[in-house]
C-alpha cells in the first residue's frame, strides 16, 4: 500500500466546501465518534477555564494522568499522553526503530505509514471475509520469525470486530518469546460490551513488550482537541518522553479529558445509545438490497456493496450529495472498491443515513 493524502473520514468541511453546505448541515458517518458529542461536564470545564489558555499546558498531563489511572486502572508511570493516538504510534515507529512490522489487514492505515516512515517494512497479513475477518493467529505467529514488531487493532477498525484477550494473548506471548513487541490499539475498546473480556490492559505487568495505545478522541467526542494514551512499561515511557514533542497536549484537551473521566452518566448513557442503535441500523441495513452488513462490536459497521455496478465511490458520492458522509473503504488494503463503513448514531440520523443508502444504491 501507498501512503499518501489525506486518507480518512470525518473531512467534514472539505465536504461543505465541494457541496456548499455548512458543516452542521452534513451527517457525518464517516468518523467513528461518540453520537453524543462531548460530555457536558467537559463543555462546560473548558468555558470556565478558557482564560487559562494565556498559560502554557501542563507539559506532565499531572492532572489527567492521575484521573486516567483511576479510569483505566494503570500507573501513571506507565502512560505517555499525546496529541491523539496518531502523534503515539509514529512516536513509537520512529523510536524503536521498527524494521519489520507486522499489520493484520484490513486495519487502521497509519500503523503502516508510520513503521514505513521510520524506514521499515510492512509484513502485511491479510484478515479474510470469508472468517468473518477473524485475527488470523498462526499466520501472525509465523509472519513474527522475521519481525520485530506487530500492530492489532482491537476492536479492528473498519470490520468493527472484537477478539477476546486469550486470543490476542497468545500472540502476545509468542512476540514476547520472539522479542517482538505487540501494539494493541484499543482505540474504541469503551464501545465494547463486557469490555473486560476483549482488553490486555490487565496483561501490561505481565509482558514487558506489550504497548496499548487508548484513545479520548472517540468515547469521549473530542477529536477536534486530540487526546491518546500510551500504555507500556515505564522505561518505555522513559525512553519515549525526550522524543516527543513539547507540549503536545493542549491545555483544552487537558482540561476537558480530566471532566469527561468524572463524568459517568454520560458514559454510560453513551454505551445503551451505541448498542441499541447498533443492533437497529445492522438489522435495517440488512433489509436494503444489495447492501450487507457485518456485525460489529464497536460503534460502526462495515458495509459490503453486492451490487457490481455500484462501487464504494460512487456510492459515497451519492450520499453526500445528499448530505451524508459515509467513508470508502476502498484505501484498505485487503478490502476492494464495494465496501464502506458508517458510524453509530443517534435514531434520527441513522434514519437520515438509511435512507440516503436506499436511494444511492437505486441510483436516486
Excluded at 466546501?17 to 457525518?28: A, H, L, S, T, V
Excluded at 513503521?115 to 498462526?138: C, H, I, K, W, Y
Excluded at 505467529?141 to 486469550?166: H, M, Q, W, Y
Excluded at 451490487?307 to 448530505?323: F, N, P, W
Aim: charged share 25%; glycine share 6%; with cysteine.
Amino acid at each position: 500500500m501507498i501512503y499518501t493524502e489525506y486518507r480518512h473520514g470525518g473531512d467534514v468541511f472539505g465536504a461543505a466546501r465541494k457541496f456548499n453546505r455548512q458543516p452542521r448541515e452534513i451527517y457525518d458517518f464517516s468518523a467513528n465518534i461518540n453520537p453524543l458529542g462531548p460530555s457536558h461536564q467537559a463543555l462546560k470545564a473548558i468555558k470556565d477555564n478558557l482564560d487559562l489558555i494565556s498559560h502554557y499546558p501542563d507539559p506532565r498531563c499531572a492532572e489527567l494522568r492521575m484521573a486516567l489511572s483511576r479510569y483505566l486502572d494503570i500507573p501513571p508511570a506507565n502512560m505517555l499522553l499525546g496529541n491523539g493516538a496518531s502523534e503515539l504510534i509514529y512516536l513509537l515507529a520512529r523510536v524503536l526503530a521498527f524494521r519489520r512490522a507486522v499489520v493484520c489487514s484490513p486495519t487502521f492505515v497509519e500503523y503502516g505509514a508510520a513503521v514505513v516512515a521510520a524506514g521499515g517494512t510492512v509484513v502485511e497479513v491479510p484478515m479474510e471475509e470469508r472468517d468473518n475477518f477473524t485475527l488470523p493467529v498462526s499466520k501472525i505467529k509465523k509472519s513474527l520469525r522475521e519481525a520485530d514488531s506487530v500492530f492489532i487493532c482491537n476492536p479492528n477498525n473498519p470490520t468493527g470486530r472484537a477478539e477476546k484477550k486469550p486470543i490476542i494473548q497468545t500472540v502476545i506471548k509468542e512476540a514476547q518469546d520472539r522479542n517482538a513487541v505487540v501494539v494493541v490499539d484499543e482505540a474504541f475498546i469503551d464501545f465494547v460490551e463486557r469490555r473486560e473480556q476483549y482488553s490486555v490492559m490487565s496483561l501490561l505487568p505481565k509482558y514487558s513488550k506489550l504497548v496499548v495505545l487508548y484513545s479520548m478522541t472517540k468515547f469521549f467526542g473530542i477529536p477536534g482537541l486530540r487526546l491518546g494514551v500510551l500504555l507500556g512499561t515505564d522505561s518505555l515511557v522513559k525512553r519515549l518522553e525526550p522524543a516527543k514533542d513539547p507540549w503536545n497536549v493542549n491545555m483544552l484537551a487537558q482540561i476537558a479529558g480530566t471532566a469527561a473521566l468524572a463524568d459517568t452518566k454520560y458514559m454510560e448513557e453513551t454505551r445503551q445509545l451505541v448498542w441499541q442503535e447498533r443492533e437497529f441500523l445492522f438489522r435495517a441495513i440488512t433489509r436494503i438490497p444489495g447492501l450487507q452488513a457485518f456485525p460489529g462490536d464497536a460503534n460502526y459497521l462495515l458495509i459490503k456493496i453486492e451490487d457490481d455496478r455500484i462501487s464504494s465511490s460512487v456510492l459515497a458520492e451519492r450520499t453526500a450529495q445528499r448530505g451524508v458522509l459515509v467513508r470508502d473503504c476502498a484505501n484498505f488494503a485487503g478490502l476492494g472498491h464495494n465496501y464502506i463503513r458508517v458510524a453509530v448514531k443517534t435514531r434520527r440520523e441513522n434514519v437520515a443515513l438509511l435512507n440516503a443508502l436506499a436511494k444511492a444504491v437505486k441510483g436516486e
